[in-house]
């Protein structure tokens, strides 16, 4: 057995153990701060168990394993339904660039081990009203103050921020230059004077996204990461970092099964759906799109293992995923008629076709739009030209409204 | 086996590219498609020559031993040339059945390339008849196979045939059949009706077992189809991308309005999908999840081809309807492809079977 395997096998362990008290059943029916509270439980175990910070240097209180570790690790783990999901953008992004820019190293430290325990929360403050794909357009300002900075501004669509502790945020700090020349980066005290959080309630009845305001917010100098008119590379260096994830070809919705599952119990015209070309083309060709995504992420995995960088491939897994499960998720309450009407907004979006289908569109939004990840796609790998952009290399004050 | 490509797969990947890209002519295919019966010699002799129609048969008979990824990769360099001559897949189905059954007589031959064998399953509709319209009896086949792939030039055919209503799988020599050319849109395929009347035949397989066989054959020959389309689907990604870069209209390349970009974005997606599962069928050869890869694969691929020869012509515009750009060259091929070892309805209700537990 590989190396690989048998950690996989100690980890599956590990959950095994931990799965009565904190897996999916047994969150079911919790308010979120009572699954909060058992998150920062289980995080403590992880942590204790050596699971936490995975791939992370042990002088940080990682494991200092390897990135397919900590994939092996994110995909066991995610089969179980652990309540994880407040930690998520915490350690994915914030937490790994305090460890890369963070200037007081002890504090950093500190930070980084209370957040791997779940202790503490930290949030990503990027997007604004002004600019959500166009993450250089944002227009929260910071004007020097001192020694240190004044910050004034909006963000939105902050996720988890009501439960945050800190955040990472990006800042215009000269509006004379280009727009994406004139930013700089900083942590940010959550509780400090100054910072308001509004929950906003999504379609889907959560509230896990954010509003987020400063008001005359005071930042020291070292609370800045990265050189001042920086921000904007450390922006990208934000979105870059977390490339080593666990990666679902259901979209992070039902698996396909409970959908063949589905239509073997359901009768279309007096016999079984399975039965009915139109659901089978449509099992097949799901099937065929997400065996090929499975497909990519193996073939990632066995590169890294032979210490080669996979593939651009990968970055079609969410683009392709997400839109197939939204399809899928119609497809399947439709399926159903009148039984798909009785709907739980807390039924788990893996397992639950209307809850999956009502926050899909999230999905094909957060974390790149399709149509910025086509962007990409056409211009990192394919080698397109970029749109025409009106306010290319024109000061930002200078920008029409 | 491994879904990496080790070295000596790379170097055939490239290698049949370099040689391909170096022998194949636009104006040789396009004056294909107005005959019947025309097949690009050129391409055979370079297949013959470069030991392709010997890669995938074992060494004690004349093969190189190699398998389905290899071949695989053959066949993607083939799409990517729309090359001719439709013995690289056929000819590996039939040689795959003879040697099932233990009948290796034909191999080095057909190792060799001084024989050429082709499959005949498929009646119309039904990929797999279990009821064949040809009967076997008394050791003699008498009915018509419509459109057999390469049934203008072939020497010899595994068929599927029937006894009784029972299912037979056996291989005929077609010295004495009468072939009645079928003209099509894709004329080198060489499709033709092979018109049996008390040819001699051999039985390789009966009952579930003939099915079975059949059905296994037909899998590794979409499997090495799809890396075909794939390879088609591919080039036609490349000339898009091309065409939209050097293209300007409205004072910019086409390529900077997203309408193109995404079109080209999106045939990128659902080749990686499709070349993703064409390397995990092949590397499944022999295993038991191959029939559910084949099936992937080959609705993935020819999905791709088919919106690739689609999109591609329309990012073109007028030029890429006339006949000298040649892009119909890849339309026809991704259609005949497409129906070539099973069509989509075939792949998908075999998929479900599959997954639905309802397989016979």
Same mark, same amino acid.
Not at chain 2, 64 to 72: P, V
Not at chain 2, 129 to 143: C, E, Q
């Given at each position: 057995?590989?190396?690989?395997? *048998? ?125 959500? +794909? ?189 839109? +197939? ?30 809850? +999956? ?45 | ?244 870069? *050097? ?11 997203? +309408? ?101």
């Amino acid at each position: 057995m590989s190396e690989l395997e *048998t950690y996989r096998q100690t980890a599956r362990a590990f959950l095994n153990a931990m799965a009565p008290k904190y897996a999916r059943p047994a969150r079911q029916g919790n308010t979120v701060e009572q699954d909060l509270a058992l998150g920062r439980e289980y995080m403590a175990a992880r942590y204790d168990a050596g699971f936490a910070g995975i791939n992370w240097s042990p002088e940080f209180g990682g494991q200092g394993l390897s990135n397919l570790h900590k994939i092996a690790f994110d995909a066991e783990e995610m089969r179980y339904g652990m309540p994880v999901g407040f930690f998520g953008i915490s350690l994915g992004m914030p937490v790994p660039m305090m460890i890369h820019y963070g200037q007081d190293r002890e504090f950093v430290k500190e930070r980084v081990t209370k957040a791997l325990r779940g202790e503490e929360i930290w949030c990503q403050l990027f997007s604004e009203p002004s600019g959500g +794909s166009d993450l250089a357009a944002l227009r929260t300002k910071v004007e020097p103050d001192g020694n240190g900075w004044r910050m004034n501004g909006q963000k939105v669509w902050t996720s988890w921020a009501q439960y945050a502790d800190y955040g990472v945020i990006v800042t215009r700090s000269d509006p004379t230059v280009a727009k994406h020349k004139g930013l700089t980066y900083f942590w940010v005290d959550m509780k400090a004077a100054g910072v308001e959080v509004r929950p906003i309630k999504l379609a889907g009845g959560d509230s896990h996204v954010n509003e987020v305001f400063f008001d005359d917010v005071r930042l020291e100098d070292n609370q800045r990461m990265g050189e001042v008119g920086g921000g904007f590379g450390l922006a990208l260096h934000t979105l870059m970092i977390e490339r080593y994830i666990a990666t679902d070809s259901a979209g992070f919705g039902p698996h396909l099964d409970l959908f063949v599952k589905l239509a073997k119990e359901t009768q279309l015209n007096g016999r079984p759906a399975i039965e009915d070309g139109r659901i089978r083309s449509a099992i097949a060709r799901n099937h065929a799109m997400r065996a090929g995504l499975d497909s990519i992420t193996q073939r990632a995995m066995l590169m890294m293992q032979a210490g080669m960088q996979p593939g651009p491939e990968g970055s079609l897994q969410k683009l392709v995923a997400v839109r +197939s499960r939204q399809k899928l998720s119609e497809l399947a309450l439709d399926l159903q008629g009148t039984a798909a009407l009785p709907f739980d907004q807390h039924a788990y979006v893996k397992e639950d076709w209307g809850t +999956s289908w009502l926050n899909a569109p999230t999905g094909r939004i957060a974390g790149g739009s399709d149509e910025v990840l086509l962007n990409t796609i056409a211009e990192k790998v394919l080698g397109l030209p970029q749109d025409y952009r009106p306010d290319k290399g024109i000061p930002f004050n200078q920008i029409p409204a | 086996m491994s879904m990496l490509y080790d070295e000596g797969q790379q170097a055939i990947a490239t290698e049949s590219r370099r040689v391909l890209d170096a022998r194949m002519d636009k104006g040789r295919l396009l004056a294909l498609l107005e005959q019947v019966g025309g097949i690009d010699q050129p391409f055979w002799d370079t297949a013959v020559e470069q030991g392709w129609t010997a890669l995938a048969l074992p060494e004690e008979h004349g093969g190189l031993g190699l398998g389905l990824t290899e071949l695989g990769l053959v066949a993607q360099a083939a799409g990517a040339a729309t090359s001719g001559a439709p013995f690289l897949t056929v000819g590996y189905g039939a040689a795959q059945a003879l040697l099932a059954a233990g009948h290796t007589g034909d191999l080095a031959a057909l190792a060799g390339g001084e024989k050429l064998a082709t499959v005949a399953f498929a009646e119309g509709s039904a990929p797999l008849p279990a009821k064949s319209v040809v009967s076997f009896a008394d050791g003699k086949l008498n009915g018509t196979k419509p459109a057999v792939i390469g049934g203008l030039k072939a020497d010899l055919a595994v068929v599927l045939a029937s006894t009784n209503g029972t299912p037979v799988l056996v291989a005929a020599d077609l010295t004495d059949v009468t072939r009645t050319a079928v003209p099509s849109f894709d004329n080198s395929r060489l499709y033709a009706d092979l018109v049996f009347n008390g040819t001699p035949a051999v039985q390789l397989a009966e009952g579930a077992a003939a099915l079975g066989l059949a059905r296994d054959v037909l899998a590794r020959m979409a499997v090495v189809t799809a890396h075909e389309q794939v390879g088609g689907a591919e080039a036609l990604l490349n000339i898009a991308r091309d065409y939209a870069l *050097t293209r300007k209209a409205f004072g910019q390349p086409i390529g900077a309005f997203q +309408s193109i970009k995404h079109r080209i974005a999106e045939l990128y997606g659902l080749i990686e999908v499709a070349r993703a599962n064409c390397i995990h069928a092949a590397a499944s050869e022999g295993t038991e999840e191959f029939l559910i890869a084949a099936a992937d694969a080959r609705l993935s691929a020819t999905e791709a081809y088919d919106t690739a020869s689609r999109d591609c012509v329309q990012i073109h515009g007028g030029i890429g309807v006339t006949w000298d750009q040649g892009l119909h060259l890849h339309m026809r091929r991704a259609r005949s492809l497409g129906i070539e070892q099973g069509n989509l309805l075939f792949w998908e209700d075999l998929l479900v079977d599959q997954l639905a537990g309802e397989a016979a």
